[in-house]
């Protein structure tokens, strides 16, 4: 069994902070990846910003600059300054990860948090 928790939404006027954490836990053994997407309502899913093992990060055009996303072992963290509101999303957290050494890479998503950005 594979857990993330996520935390950090919530409500943030235009131009405020806020920042997302979301903790991989359970039959781990390594994670490839961590990204954190979002959906807007009545939007597709995006993604917003991804961080490889190797440290490498890849970010959205309409959030570069402004988020930034790290991880720390098994936790990636999403830091959302200059927030706009269309920034107003669900937030989700997606893992890739492997079970055993060299075992398939398997995608795993978080139950997303909100978070929401006033005008």
């Known amino acids: 069994q594979v857990q993330l928790v996520e935390s950090g939404g919530g409500l943030v006027q235009a131009g405020g902070s806020l920042s997302l954490s979301c903790a991989a836990s359970g039959s781990i053994f390594s994670i490839d990846a961590m990204a954190w997407y979002r959906q807007a309502p009545g939007k597709q899913r995006e993604l917003v910003a991804s961080?490889?093992?190797?440290?490498s990060t890849n970010y959205a055009d309409s959030v570069k600059a402004r988020f930034s996303i790290s991880r720390v072992k098994n936790t990636v963290y999403l830091q959302m300054n200059s927030l706009k509101p269309e920034d107003t999303a669900v937030y989700y957290c997606?893992?890739?990860?492997?079970?055993?050494?060299?075992?398939?890479?398997?995608?795993?998503w978080g139950q997303g948090t909100r978070v929401t950005v006033s005008s």
């Open positions: 997606k893992i890739i990860f492997r079970l055993v050494r060299d075992g398939v890479p398997i995608d795993y």
């Open positions: 961080i490889t093992s190797g440290g």
